[in-house]
């Protein structure tokens, strides 16, 4: 089973690369990967590249850096160079973030983002794999002279957080993978595999990955650590992308999406994701400090190479 622990942005302190680079090392020896998100603070393919080239043998990626900021040939070029310190250890997540970033943090139009997204694959991949792209559509423009100059790079995969139906179509056709967050097990086998799968094939790409992010809490007293989630998560439940999740999978909020219970339960909700078509699981750890220990200790048990 392939785990990874999703990095939590707001406990970085004044010394980010250090401390990720802990966190990183720390994860590797347990056998786990490590997904940074990007929030509005360090740069998370910047902090990977560092990170990179100290931890030799971690495998890691975002989870996931907003496309509307950085153009396609930017984001390719970064993202090559973070693999190149990798060692081609490097995943790269990306997504669209949502309405209310897109509009009032960057000033720009959200109106067509499956489009957006489309257009958006249609330059970033072929750069990642060595083509010269030139290309005018709608929303994005390209119009590279020649290939990306970093060279003898293996392309790193490319994963989408895709949760609508349209949104998987474009992600099978053109990406690696999609990354979930607030995506439940009923909606992972009855929409997100079926949908991506069968885009993936009628366009003649490999089965698609399906990386599941998911709130995880070993714990003593599951009450309290529901509770914990509910106002941990709250905000989940107002954004439409993730409300139409929950509304699919049945559940009334983000807190009832967690995985929370012993080590018994919590190995077989998290087995049952796997079964239902996830290829990897990305953990957002929460509890007190006794469940955060109790949970990665679990999930390093649980994880696989």
Known sequence: MRIGLHADVFSIGPDPISELTAAVEAASSGGLEYWLPQGFGVDAL?????????????????????????????????????????????????????????????????????????????????????????????????????????????????????????????????????????????TIADHVVPTITAAAAAAGRPRPQVVAGLPVSVTADPDEAREMATGALALYGELPSYRAMLDREGVEGPADIAVIGDEEAVAAQLRHVVDVGATALVVHVLGSPEDRRRTTALLCELATP
């Open 46 to 186: 910047t902090a990977l590249a560092a990170v990179g080239r100290d931890v030799p043998d971690a495998r890691f990626g975002t989870f996931v850096v907003p496309t509307y900021a950085r153009h396609p040939m930017v984001m390719a070029m970064q993202a090559l160079t973070v693999q190149a310190a990798a060692g081609g250890r490097f995943t790269l997540g990306i997504g669209l973030s949502h309405r209310p970033v897109v509009e009032r943090a960057y000033g720009l139009s959200y109106d067509t983002p499956v489009r957006h997204m489309r257009e958006y694959l249609s330059v970033l991949v072929p750069l990642l794999h060595g083509e010269k792209v030139r290309f005018a559509g709608e929303e994005i423009t390209s119009r590279g002279f020649s290939p990306l100059a970093v060279p003898d790079v293996v392309p790193p995969p490319v994963l989408v957080a895709a949760l609508g139906p349209q949104m998987l179509r474009v992600t099978g056709q053109h990406a690696d993978g999609t990354v979930l967050w607030m995506v439940g097990p009923k």
